[in-house]
């Protein structure tokens, strides 16, 4: 069976510090990968998205930059946090079936940025 | 471009009543639909998902149904129990299905 892992759960940065949050997907090859924010009372918003090794769509302009060095693995970094990198970071992966393209969310993790 | 609202924001019903959570969208060349429970502080749990040559999909006590021509999905659940609480957000499929629009959610407290 698939499965995803994201990490760190939770995470307090300093304002002007790194970022590095990664994900990682199990049992399934050549998934498309997606990292979203949640942001108090903002919905979920699609910050990347990724359809194979390498290939990277942004969705809005940002302060982060995301990376997939591997098939499985999605990265979202940041050189300097700002306070508005705070918030829920989602990632997800789907893969292109015809019966339709059903998305699978990780737990999430927590990012405040202080 | 499209874009996915949901209403109302927050609902709060008795236990038992059947109930139904409302989706619109604007662009109806939606390629799929799909509805997610999030639980608070968790990630999002898929519940069913419905093709644009679908009118409905059906899980245990959840119905969820897509009219394209009006832009609206709905997600019917039966006999509501207090572990339905959560919010439910629905989200579009565009550009092949690679990425989804989502809705704001609708916060559901069901009331023992």
């Known amino acids: 069976s698939q499965t995803i892992h994201q990490w760190p759960a939770t995470l307090v940065q300093p304002v002007g510090s790194p970022l590095s949050l990664e994900c990682t997907v199990e049992?399934?090859?050549?998934?498309?990968l997606y990292w979203y924010r949640q942001a108090a009372g903002r919905g979920l918003q699609l910050l990347f998205y990724?359809?194979?090794?390498?290939?990277i769509s942004s969705e809005v302009p940002q302060n982060l930059s995301a990376s997939r060095p591997q098939d499985r693995q999605f990265i979202l970094s940041s050189k300097k946090l700002l306070l508005s990198d705070s918030g829920f970071y989602l990632c997800a992966w789907s893969v292109n079936r015809p019966s339709g393209n059903t998305i699978y969310f990780g737990e999430g993790s927590w990012l405040t940025v202080v | 471009k499209q874009e996915v609202t949901q209403i109302p924001a927050a609902l709060s019903v008795p236990e038992g009543e059947n109930l139904v959570l409302n989706c619109s969208f604007t662009d109806s060349a939606i390629y799929n639909l799909q509805w997610f429970r999030q639980d608070p502080g968790k990630g999002l749990t898929s519940l069913l998902l419905i093709q644009s040559s679908q009118r409905e999909q059906t899980s245990g006590r959840l119905n969820a149904s897509l009219d394209k021509s009006s832009g609206r999905s709905t997600l019917y659940i039966a006999a509501s129990q207090p572990g339905d609480s959560a919010t439910y957000l629905c989200a579009g499929g565009i550009q092949g299905a690679q990425k989804l629009v989502f809705g704001q959610g609708t916060r559901l407290t069901i009331n023992p």
């Open positions: 049992g399934t090859s050549n998934p498309n």
């Open positions: 990724s359809v194979g090794i390498g290939q």
